[in-house]
C-alpha cells in the first residue's frame, strides 16, 4: 500500500484546512486508515481514525474540529480541520492499517500545517 498526503500549507488561528491521503495498492485489505502528526521535538501521535465499519476515533484536543472521513471511490482518505490552532502545527501523517497474521502499518510523507496566531 502506498499512501500520498496533500493539502498542508499555512493558516492563520480560527481557519480551516482539509488534508487529503490517496491510497494505492492492495488498498481492498485495509482495516482503518487514520492520521496522526508530530510536532517538533515531540512524539508522533493519533489524530483521528476510521474503521471499514465507520467507526472513528479522535484525540481529545481535536474533538468537534476536525472530521475523518473517506472517498472509497477515490481511495482517498480526508481530515477536514476547522478551528485551528497554533498548537495544532505540525508535520501530519496519513495511516493505514492492514490486520492479517500480523499488524502492518503504512505510512504517507508527511504534510505540514503550520496555524499562526
Known amino acids: 500500500v502506498q499512501l500520498q498526503a496533500c493539502g498542508g500549507g499555512l493558516v492563520q488561528a480560527g481557519g480551516s484546512l482539509k488534508l487529503s491521503c490517496a491510497a494505492s495498492g492492495t488498498v481492498s485489505l485495509i482495516n482503518s486508515v487514520g492520521w496522526y502528526r508530530q510536532a517538533p521535538g515531540k512524539q508522533r501521535d493519533l489524530v483521528a481514525t476510521l474503521t471499514t465499519d465507520g467507526e472513528t476515533n479522535y484525540a481529545d484536543s481535536v474533538k468537534g474540529r476536525f472530521t475523518i472521513s473517506r472517498d472509497n471511490a477515490k481511495n482517498t482518505v480526508l481530515l477536514q480541520m476547522n478551528s485551528l490552532k497554533p498548537e495544532d502545527t505540525a508535520v501530519y501523517y496519513c495511516?493505514?492499517?492492514?490486520?492479517?497474521?500480523?499488524?502492518?502499518?503504512?505510512w504517507g510523507q508527511g504534510t505540514q500545517v503550520t496555524v499562526s496566531s
Open positions: 495511516n493505514a492499517v492492514r490486520i492479517g497474521i500480523r499488524r502492518s502499518d503504512f
